[in-house]
């Protein structure tokens, strides 16, 4: 099974920091998910990497498939980011549904 | 597009009694899959479907029935519900398994046993 690390847990940042939050799990991928999880409750898939880098907005994820290891950017943060931010693996190779980490409370102070 | 859609949102049931929730979705979705989502523990998956008629275990299934009788609805059910099944379920559908292709969720059900 694979385990999916996430770091930090919890970080609280200042408006306009360069935030970075980090996944590592333990055993071969087909892809990797990055999510994010408002207050409200609602899940919304905000990458979906196989390798390298990828882009939208003010977000970038990368991936190091040797290494086992994604990262999450956030530039100019901004309060509205504020959310939980959820790293998930998907294993392929006939195995289905998708592996979780357990989050990374992120706030964004004004 | 209503994407993908779970009724009820809330429900209270007391042990032992048996409830259905729904997820839609009208996106064309081969694959189905039930989530829960507890403090602590991530999301983990209950059960899943690659298509009509089909339906396999994930990673938490015990307690729980689910159903695919229709492309677009896929079913769970509690037959005897338990404290343990306190949660937050979501439901999530997606074109293809293979390669991982992203995962469409819908607003959860948010489920109290008493």
């Known amino acids: 099974k694979n385990e999916v690390e996430q770091s930090p847990q919890n970080l609280t940042a200042q408006e306009g920091e360069f935030i970075t939050i980090n996944c590592s799990y333990s055993?071969?991928?087909?892809?990797l998910h990055w999510l994010q999880q408002h207050p409200g409750g609602g899940i919304v898939s905000l990458f979906m990497l196989s390798s390298g880098k990828k882009k939208h907005g003010r977000l970038i994820a990368t991936i190091n498939i040797q290494e086992k290891h994604s990262s999450l950017h956030i530039t100019a943060s901004h309060p509205r980011d504020s959310a939980v931010y959820i790293c998930a693996v998907f294993p392929g190779g006939g195995a289905d549904g998708l592996t979780f980490g357990k989050g990374t409370h992120l706030i964004i102070q004004p | 597009n209503a994407g993908v859609t779970q009724t009820p949102k809330f429900r209270v049931l007391k042990t032992g009694q048996s409830m259905t929730l729904l997820c839609a979705q009208d996106m064309n979705h081969e694959y189905m899959y039930w989530y829960r989502q507890d403090p602590g523990m991530g999301l983990r998956l209950i059960h899943y479907?690659?298509?009509?008629?089909?339906?396999a275990k994930g990673e938490v299934p015990d307690g729980y029935n689910v159903s695919r009788l229709k492309k677009q609805n896929f079913l769970l059910g509690l037959e005897s519900a338990a404290p343990s099944q306190t949660s937050v379920y979501f439901c999530?559908?997606?074109?293809?398994?293979?390669?991982?292709?992203?995962?469409?969720f819908g607003p959860g059900t948010r489920l109290t046993v008493t």
């Open positions: 999530a559908s997606s074109y293809h398994r293979d390669r991982g292709y992203e995962q469409y």
């Open positions: 055993v071969g991928i087909s892809a």
């Open positions: 479907s690659v298509g009509e008629g089909t339906t």
